[in-house]
């Protein structure tokens, strides 16, 4: 018996697993348009419906909260551009697309005709913001081109009008939707920026929808707003509204109000800025005034300080301040040489003959006794060491060992006999006592 070959098996759910990772790998994020069909809005919030053409179908889901964000009721039968990935339901084996962005399919068409638009203009350098000009801080005329009907053109005249009573303003009916509305508005650009007549134009309009304000995408418009030769600002639709002509414009205003209130000051706050000024004026005309008058006083000053007698008075007080200064130089000299003379007089006392004579004699009497006191006190010493020295001699002197009893006894050569073995029988020998000296024979010794 055969036996059966080796292979994978696969459960249903490993199956779906291996083909929703196959589908999500391959499909990055795509668009895809068609028509809604099936729609279904559970209590849960999620959004339910197939996309599909005259051949096919596709479902579809849209998670909450995506599906909270539409700017339109999805229904069965509209037309829409979705965006989203394309995955599989592995429960039933069923694949779909998970939305994150929808729109209806009119708009995103014109939307990306836009953002084309958009970036070849912006590459041509457009809407370069160095090309932008400043509008003229207080403009005489301008040129509101707009629809004479509409509620913008009642907005800009009613605050321009407020804010700016001297502005002259005129409005250049047009249409500002529809096919025509484009060429009407870059028609009128054109002439009122080579008209030299206005310092500004103000190219508005009130709100709507894309379709509505599509007219301000044209490029002949928008390049009509670039080249003009005044200031253009640009107001058109309301403040998340953005046109092509609002980059192209040297000014986007959110709303059409809000563009008057750019265009000209408030004649209030001009009001209040003059009045300022005007206090600032007096302030500095009046230092000026001050400033004047002190160099006015000054030069009086000098001119009465350059005249003959105000010269007379000051040489006179010259020459008695120089006197005076005379005088008390010569009384300071004086006083000095007063000095002098009493330090001389007082140095000739104590050097005359009479005083040092007087002082020599004072002096060789007091010599005199001196050497007769220093004799007697060094006899004294003297007499003093020579009694020490006495007493240090009589304790060492023989006398006094003779005076005790005893007795010197030396040769006739004057040698002591200090042992018997020194002598000889019969030799003369010199005893000396303490009375006087014996004279004496060394005899035999007896037996």
């Known amino acids: 018996m055969n036996e059966l070959p080796d292979r994978d098996v696969l459960t249903p759910s490993q199956l779906n697993t291996l083909a929703r990772d196959l589908l999500e790998g391959s499909f990055p994020a795509i668009w895809v348009e068609a028509e809604l069909g099936n729609v279904?809005?559970?209590?849960?919030?999620?959004?339910?419906?197939?996309?599909?053409?005259?051949?096919?179908?596709?479902?579809?889901?849209?998670?909450?909260?995506?599906?909270?964000?539409?700017?339109?009721?999805?229904?069965?039968?509209?037309?829409?551009?979705?965006?989203?990935?394309?995955?599989?339901?592995?429960?039933?084996?069923?694949?779909?697309?998970?939305?994150?962005?929808?729109?209806?399919?009119?708009?995103?068409?014109?939307r990306r005709a836009f953002e084309q638009l958009k970036a070849r203009l912006a590459a041509e350098g457009l809407f370069d913001p160095a090309r932008k000009r400043v509008l003229p801080a207080f403009p005489r005329r301008l040129a509101v081109i707009t629809s004479p009907s509409g509620a913008a053109v009642r907005d800009v005249i009613s605050v321009l009008g407020r804010r700016f009573p001297l502005l002259e303003v005129e409005v250049l009916p047009t249409q500002v939707q529809g096919t025509a509305a484009a060429a009407q508005i870059a028609a009128l650009v054109r002439a009122a920026g080579t008209s030299g007549r206005y310092d500004a134009l103000l190219v508005t309009r009130g709100g709507g929808s894309i379709e509505d304000l599509w007219a301000f995408n044209d490029e002949a418009l928008v390049r009509a707003v670039a080249a003009c030769a005044v200031p253009v600002v640009s107001a058109v639709g309301h403040e998340t509204d953005f046109t092509l002509c609002d980059f192209a414009a040297d000014l986007r205003a959110p709303t059409p109000s809000a563009a008057a209130e750019l265009l000209v000051p408030s004649i209030a706050d001009l009001g209040t800025r003059l009045r300022g000024l005007g206090r600032r004026l007096h302030?500095?005309?009046?230092?000026?005034?001050?400033?004047?008058?002190?160099?006015?006083?000054?030069?009086?000053?000098r001119l009465q300080a350059q005249g003959p007698q105000a010269r007379l008075a000051l040489m006179r007080r010259r020459h008695a301040d120089a006197l005076r200064h005379l005088q008390a130089q010569w009384q300071r000299q004086l006083e000095q040489r007063r000095a002098r003379l009493r330090h001389a007089e007082g140095v000739l006392r104590a050097h005359s003959p009479q005083r040092r004579l007087a002082a020599l004699a004072e002096r060789l009497a007091a010599l005199q006794t001196r050497p007769q006191a220093a004799i007697g006190r060094h006899l004294q010493r003297e007499a003093l060491r020579l009694a020490g020295l006495a007493r240090s001699l009589e304790a060492i002197s023989p006398l006094a060992t003779v005076a005790r009893g005893y007795a010197l006894v030396s040769r006739e050569d004057g040698t002591l006999v200090r042992r018997a073995t020194q002598v000889t029988v019969g030799e003369r020998l010199e005893a000396r006592l303490a009375d006087g000296t014996l004279s004496v024979q060394v005899l035999p010794p007896r037996d």
């Open 283 to 301: 302030t500095l005309h009046a230092h000026r005034m001050d400033r004047v008058q002190q160099r006015v006083d000054r030069a009086w000053l």
């Open 40 to 110: 279904t809005r559970p209590a849960s919030g999620h959004l339910y419906f197939t996309l599909k053409d005259a051949r096919a179908q596709v479902r579809c889901a849209m998670f909450k909260p995506k599906s909270s964000w539409l700017k339109f009721v999805p229904r069965e039968g509209l037309r829409v551009l979705a965006r989203g990935r394309v995955t599989l339901y592995e429960a039933r084996g069923e694949y779909q697309l998970v939305l994150d962005h929808m729109e209806e399919a009119g708009e995103g068409a014109l």
